[in-house]
């Protein structure tokens, strides 16, 4: 069964350094969403995207997140100024199709470290 | 108010027993989501519910639209069934641009741990 790839799995970067954060979606998948899950937290939602466009955004994805499909695979997350509050773990998510329904599947996570 | 509510929190059960998670959510959703976080992280969907009751093997989801509630029922529990088990509702909200697409409301989930 196809699945969305995340890499790296853990990524450890010191506070003030920009981290991008790595994503292939499901190949024919349409709709593309990240999330974040600070340690003993639930899951927050942070962005989606849809047609080469952010669709929404929580108050939580700032001037210092950003979201881009560089090509057909790749669905990224950068970080520029990362701050220790960024430590979590980063779900990438997509689905095929939004209005029937269909169910987001997601990725492993990569787990941030800021230090 | 949180958005998504679960309960219980937590659950201890004995392999073999029936078991419930309850999901109540306040705003107006076109669907509701049952995720399976197994210890390690990794999220798994489960379900993907707008009415009525699905079942896969021992698992069973039911959602009553009116009264903004969804349950899911394990049977038969096992030890592998021990994860966060997670409803994030799928709302459909507008933005200065129009419709937005697909964002999950996450609760805080309910941890469940079934013993040999």
């Known amino acids: 069964e196809p699945e969305v790839t995340q890499t790296p799995s853990h990524q450890v970067t010191q506070m003030g350094q920009e981290v991008i954060l790595r994503c292939v979606p499901i190949?024919?998948?349409?709709?593309f969403y990240w999330y974040r899950q600070i340690l003993g937290q639930k899951v927050e939602f942070l962005v989606s995207?849809?047609?080469?466009?952010?669709?929404?955004k929580s108050e939580i994805f700032d001037d210092q997140f950003s979201v881009e499909r560089p090509d057909g695979s790749n669905f990224t997350l950068k970080i520029r100024s990362t701050k220790l509050e960024d430590s979590a773990m980063y779900f990438c998510?997509?689905?095929?199709?939004?209005?029937?329904?269909?169910?987001?599947?997601f990725g492993d996570g990569t787990r941030l470290s800021i230090l | 108010k949180n958005e998504v509510e679960q309960s219980p929190q937590n659950l201890t059960a004995q392999e073999g027993e029936f078991i419930t998670i309850n999901c109540s959510y306040s705003?107006?959703?076109?669907?509701l989501h049952w995720l399976q976080q197994h210890p390690g992280g990794g999220i798994v969907s489960l379900f993907m519910?707008?009415?009525g009751k699905k079942k896969h093997g021992r698992l069973i989801a039911t959602i009553n639209i009116q009264e903004k509630h969804s349950s899911l029922h394990i049977t038969a529990s096992h030890p592998r069934d021990s994860a966060v088990y997670i409803c994030?509702?799928?709302?459909?909200?507008?933005?200065?641009?129009?419709?937005?697409?697909?964002?999950?409301?996450f609760g805080q989930g309910t941890i469940l741990t079934v013993h040999p």
């Open positions: 705003v107006g959703i076109s669907a």
């Open positions: 998510a997509s689905t095929t199709d939004f209005f029937s329904n269909q169910p987001q599947h």
């Open positions: 995207f849809y047609n080469n466009e952010i669709s929404e």
């Open positions: 994030p509702v799928w709302g459909v909200a507008s933005n200065a641009g129009g419709t937005s697409y697909g964002k999950l409301t």
């Open positions: 519910l707008s009415s």
């Open positions: 190949s024919n998948h349409l709709y």
